[in-house]
């Protein structure tokens, strides 16, 4: 090989490396907060759980910053369409029994994700980190639960998201102790 194309193949890997550690460095880690107007309060301002109902704007003043913006979020995820445990579409939740065991959170705190590739999940509530391009949008999703289906509307979509499992979701809100679905808090083994 001769020291030209030894030189341009070296500098194609350097430059792979700056672009890829380039498109790393420009994903945002958001909080939950991120996506609620900073002029509406936190969830425990209304008590736990925090319904749209409760909220002046019904929880849909969205945050449009955020736009098209690659962002890695943690929640809980709330399977939408599986086969199994392999799950095509999903709910991100700020908190466990969100939308099937508790009332709705208002839209802004509802993110409707679709993996990159199917996603194996092997409880609902999982808690994820999802990364990708966050989308501003009403979306409506049927979720199916025991006693039959509940239209669930999100604030958010992100597609083509790559998931990952985590032990923690940072800023997640623990449900009160004279709650009766405490038994979410407590983690699985």
Known sequence: MSNCLKSTAALAA?????????????T????WK??????????ESFGLPMVAAKMPDRGETLSLNLRDKAVQLAGYALPLDRDGDLVY???????????SHMPTPPPNQIVLVTPARPYRMSQAYQPVSVTGALEPGMEKSQLFILDGVSVIQSGYTVRKAEVADVDLVPDTITLPANSPWTFLNKKKN
């Open 14 to 26: 350097v430059l792979i490396s700056i672009v890829a550690g380039t498109a790393s460095a420009e």
């Open 28 to 31: 945002a880690r958001i909080f």
């Open 34 to 43: 991120d996506l609620r107007p900073a002029t509406q309060p936190a969830a």
């Open 89 to 99: 579409q999903f709910l991100l939740v700020p908190w466990t029994g969100a939308c």
